[in-house]
């Protein structure tokens, strides 16, 4: 079975209140996507991956990516579109045919352990779609556009999408496909499949695959780099 790894991280990062692309922020002095790239790189069933960046920095990432190896796996940069499906729809796109399995991630979830992205592949091999999560530890509510409660749904049956989100290939191009015809953009690749009917499977992830968004993230993220992660 041959899995491939699409890490998105063409965004612009105007959250993080600078000019650099999220991507290319130094976290301990090394890049973020090089953090996020070396945990797939470390996971033995991914063969290739595919960096989605943003078009005026593929140059750089490239440079970036060669002073930096060598990398086990074949790394391939292309340039993102202006909505993360469109991103996600460019890896797809330089993808060969021939492969098994697409795990999509988050270029700024620098934390995610080769082993939780094995667990998530192997669930994926079994059941077609499976996505890493987290049960929510708090009461959520329903709200509807005027501010107004609408629903408390039961806690437990709540879970916090993360990534690696893995899905058969031609479920997800099906599911790109599909949404492109119809004019549907969505938050996640997970809610492409159910749009297609495919039930998708939750792998229990935990609080440190944490997705850089803020400064703040960024300064929590540099702590628990120097303090509780294994280096890289």
């Given at each position: 079975m041959t899995?491939?790894?699409?890490?998105?991280?063409?965004?612009?990062?105007?959250?993080?209140g600078g000019q650099t692309p999220k991507a290319l922020i130094p976290l301990a002095g090394t890049p973020i996507l090089l953090?996020?790239?070396?945990?797939?790189?470390?996971?033995?069933?991914?063969?290739?991956?595919?960096?989605?960046?943003?078009?005026?920095?593929?140059?750089?990432?490239?440079?970036?990516?060669?002073?930096?190896?060598?990398?086990?796996?074949p790394l391939t940069v292309v340039s993102g579109g202006a909505?993360?499906?469109?991103?996600?729809?460019?890896?797809?796109?330089?993808?060969?045919?021939?492969?098994?399995?697409v795990a999509v991630h988050d270029g700024a979830r620098p934390f995610v352990r080769p082993a939780q992205i094995a667990d998530v592949i192997a669930d994926a091999a079994r059941h077609g779609a499976a996505v890493l999560a987290m049960p929510s530890r708090d009461t959520a509510k329903l709200v509807d556009s005027h501010g107004i409660v609408t629903g408390?749904?039961?806690?437990?049956?709540?879970?916090?999408?993360?990534?690696?989100?893995?899905?058969?290939?031609?479920?997800?191009?099906?599911a790109h496909?599909?949404?492109?015809?119809?004019?549907?953009?969505?938050?996640?690749?997970a809610a492409l499949l159910e749009r297609l009917?495919?039930?998708?499977?939750?792998?229990?992830?935990?609080?440190?695959?944490?997705?850089?968004?803020t400064p703040d993230d960024l300064r929590w993220a540099e702590w628990y780099l120097q303090t509780c992660a294994a280096p890289r």
């Open positions: 899995v491939a790894a699409i890490v998105v991280a063409a965004g612009r990062g105007e959250r993080m953090h996020t790239l070396r945990a797939f790189d470390a996971t033995a069933s991914i063969d290739s991956i595919v960096a989605v960046v943003a078009e005026d920095h593929c140059n750089r990432t490239r440079e970036l990516l060669a002073a930096t190896g060598p990398w086990r796996c909505e993360r499906q469109d991103s996600v729809a460019a890896g797809l796109a330089a993808l060969p045919p021939a492969i098994d399995l408390t749904p039961p806690r437990e049956s709540v879970w916090l999408a993360q990534t690696p989100q893995v899905f058969r290939a031609q479920l997800l191009r099906e496909d599909r949404a492109r015809r119809e004019g549907v953009i969505a938050t996640d690749d009917g495919h039930a998708v499977r939750v792998v229990r992830g935990d609080a440190t695959n944490l997705k850089i968004t």
